[in-house]
């Protein structure tokens, strides 16, 4: 799952936006084959999003949202703060639910189109250049605003926190063992092929 990562974290690095992204939602579709190679794709990425990327994307109050966001500002509130947001919903317009990420997925990297469910429209955002400004799950005039660098690292941490707890199913790790790797050609021995004659 690391190399998985990397690549992403490379790709941003680098401004490779479309690598990053489309890395990025292929991510959810190997961690739940390797999980449950047997279960509909689209039962097994939605379910993936449910456990690992819902209470970011699609949390069920404000304190889920913040908790899932900005941790460092739930720590400076008041006790009676808290328990007042947990009784709010978090605003229903910005959230992008697993439908919505399977939606994409296809969408996406099937044929190009930034959609999510309905038709909905999304609008990926590269950083600012002084990385001082983060627009992230934002609506304007009805579109969905993501931050490419967030979403593709929120992504790429739940797949490294998701490895991380199944290390202990050899099921999985025979099946990751199997994963496409890159090789250096000159530490592979390839065999002498012969072409046009004896």
Known sequence: MQRFAASIE???RSHNWFAALF?????????????????PVGQRYKDWFQRYLRPAYDP??????????????LA??????????KTQPAPA????????????????????????IGEDRIH???????????????VFNGVLQISINQFCRDISDAAIRWWQQT?????????AAQLVKIYDLDAVELPIVRYGGP
């Open 76 to 85: 400076r509130m008041p006790e009676q703060a808290i328990e007042y947001i």
């Open 93 to 116: 317009d910005s959230a992008f639910t697993a439908e919505d990420c399977y939606r994409l997925r296809c969408k996406c990297l099937h044929q190009g189109l930034p959609e999510r």
């Open 167 to 175: 290390q202990g199913n050899p099921a999985i790790l025979v099946r």
């Open 23 to 39: 890395m990025a939602l292929a991510l959810p579709d190997i961690c739940a084959a390797l999980e449950d190679p047997n279960r």
């Open 124 to 138: 990926f955002t590269a950083p600012e250049p002084n990385g001082r400004l983060i627009l992230h799950r934002n």
């Open 10 to 12: 490379a790709s941003l």
């Open 60 to 73: 069920s109050s404000m304190y889920e949202m913040l908790e899932a966001s900005a941790p460092e500002a």
